[in-house]
């Protein structure tokens, strides 16, 4: 984060946040986290450290239901004063103005924190999202297709018009803040099979840096729709992924996709100029300039501590996992846990903020006995399973 950050951050500043405050806040999460980093190392199971990452699922698609804004004002007041990343998946999508309105004043109350929305715009209130792109968030535009059509169910997962004008706001906001980041993913289906090269050329007109395309939910949810066999399907995904690369490339867009047995085809040098392109970092809220906590960042230095963060989440390498010492999961009806994998399709539930504070739960009978299976090596959770036999990475 350069200078220019460091002067917004002074500047908006109010009375309640002094930048006494903001170093001191700051200070306070870098030492959880290495707090959290120390325990993992004692194989500790009861922590004196709380989360310093927190992923919320916000609404459920199925059902229609959401997390209210007074359980999210309780977990905020439990955790967001040691977290610098917040995950909120599915918010504003299922939210009526003035709930969604009540999450983003709780959410201005907490400085230092990088908010991570992943949405499908199906919420298109302009003045939320202006609101939330201020707060420098990371946002990720989560669909499957494009329409030309006004109105589409919410649940389908479409970026009409509507959205794109969002869309193009929210760009418009971060880049005159010089601050925040938004990216595309695409769960590819029948119909943006063929849309490819048009959210490349969405992601160049609203100067969006990344695209993901995903076709691995094609593959195994829509593979007797299509009017192909696999080999086919492959040929047009070789196709396809490599204009879009050549696209990306051009205009300076970082292009994913996760069909890894198609690289050899599309060419490894080519797929990995686009995968490994460098774009500015955004500017997002953490971490805090060096410059303005200069003494205390030159003994505990964020960029060291971070990478051994990263270090810690080779899950496969090390056998043993570390999320459930600096990680906890929140879903819309207040049961809890202790990895962002185990959200879904059903969510490894530790706990229920109806029954318990989440100082309870925290270091509670169960947490502990999930922490040490997983410093054992022997998890009960499938998820866990494929995990310590192959996850490499946050």
Not at 84 to 100: G, R
Not at 155 to 169: C, E, Q, T, V, Y
Not at 255 to 275: C, E, M, N, T, Y
Request: glycine share 4%; with cysteine.
């Amino acid at each position: 984060m350069g200078n220019s950050q460091s002067r917004q951050q002074i500047e908006t500043l109010n009375e309640d946040e002094s930048l006494a405050h903001l170093t001191a806040l700051y200070s306070q999460k870098v030492l959880n986290q290495e707090l959290s980093l120390i325990e993992f190392s004692r194989k500790k199971t009861q922590l004196e450290s709380m989360p310093s990452k927190v992923s919320l699922k916000m609404a459920n698609f199925t059902t229609w239901e959401s997390m209210s804004p007074t359980l999210f004002s309780e977990i905020a007041k439990s955790v967001f004063p040691t977290a610098y990343f917040v995950d909120m998946q599915a918010f504003p999508d299922l939210y009526e103005e003035n709930q969604a309105q009540q999450i983003i004043d709780e959410m201005k109350k907490y400085p230092l924190i990088n908010f991570h929305l992943l949405s499908s715009f199906s919420n298109q209130n302009l003045s939320i999202w202006e609101q939330i792109a201020r707060l420098s968030p990371m946002i990720g535009c989560y669909v499957q297709e494009l329409s030309d059509q006004n109105n589409v169910n919410p649940r389908d997962r479409i970026l009409n018009p509507p959205a794109k004008h969002i869309l193009k706001r929210i760009s418009q906001i971060m880049k005159e803040t010089e601050s925040g980041f938004l990216y595309l993913v695409v769960n590819l289906n029948p119909t943006s099979l063929y849309q490819m090269q048009e959210f490349v050329e969405l992601a160049v007109e609203f100067q969006i840096p990344e695209v993901q395309l995903k076709s691995m939910p094609l593959q195994t949810n829509h593979l007797n729709e299509l009017k192909m066999n696999q080999e086919e399907l492959s040929e047009h995904l070789i196709e396809e992924y490599s204009k879009c690369i050549d696209t990306c490339i051009k205009h300076g867009i970082r292009f994913i996709f996760d069909d890894k047995s198609l690289i050899p085809q599309i060419g490894h040098d080519k797929v990995i100029s686009a995968r490994d392109y460098h774009y500015n970092y955004p500017k997002i809220p953490f971490p805090l300039d060096e410059s303005l906590s200069s003494e205390f960042s030159s003994k505990h230095k964020w960029s060291s501590i971070d990478g051994r963060v990263l270090d810690k989440s080779k899950v496969a390498l090390y056998k043993k996992c570390f999320k459930p010492y600096h990680h906890a999961i929140f879903d819309y009806h207040g049961e809890v846990g202790g990895c962002n994998f185990l959200l879904e399709p059903e969510t490894h539930s530790l706990g229920s903020l109806k029954d318990k504070s989440f100082g309870e739960i925290w270091n509670g009978t169960k947490m502990q006995e999930f922490r040490q299976s997983l410093l054992s090596g022997n998890p009960l959770d499938d998820r866990c399973k494929w995990c310590l036999k192959n996850r490499m990475g946050e």
